[in-house]
């Protein structure tokens, strides 16, 4: 995924992670919600999902900019979790409701 794109993609991502984690969870029905917390970026979040779909990267890549639309140019706090990304509750409430 091109750099800006990635910053993109994983700003929407960071705001709005409760909502779309759901829909990701929906459309790739083979990821567990533990695949999707722990991804620190967006690329490995790409890698997780098409692991266990067995789709290809660029097929990943589409669907999350298609969840996530246009955003903005900056990304969030890079190298932590997606689940994490909500302050200290945000991680666990995710993997509470596992």
């Known amino acids: ?18 909502q779309i984690r759901y829909q990701i969870l929906d459309l790739f029905a083979e990821v ?5 917390d722990f991804a620190r970026n967006v ?10 779909s ?20 900056t990304a969030g706090p890079q190298g932590q979790p997606f689940g994490a990304s909500r302050g200290p509750q945000g991680g666990q409430q995710a993997r509470m409701g596992q």
């Not at 567990?32 to 999707?36: C, E, Q, R």
């Not at 067995?54 to 140019?73: A, Q």
């Open 32 to 36: 567990s919600p533990s695949d999707l």
């Open 43 to 52: 690329n490995d979040l790409v890698e997780r999902i098409a692991d266990k």
């Open 54 to 73: 067995h789709h290809s990267d660029r097929y990943v890549e589409t669907r999350l900019m298609e969840l996530v639309g246009v955003g903005g140019t």
């Open 1 to 18: 995924m091109e750099q800006q794109q990635a910053q993109q993609v994983e700003q929407q991502l960071r705001q709005n992670w409760q």
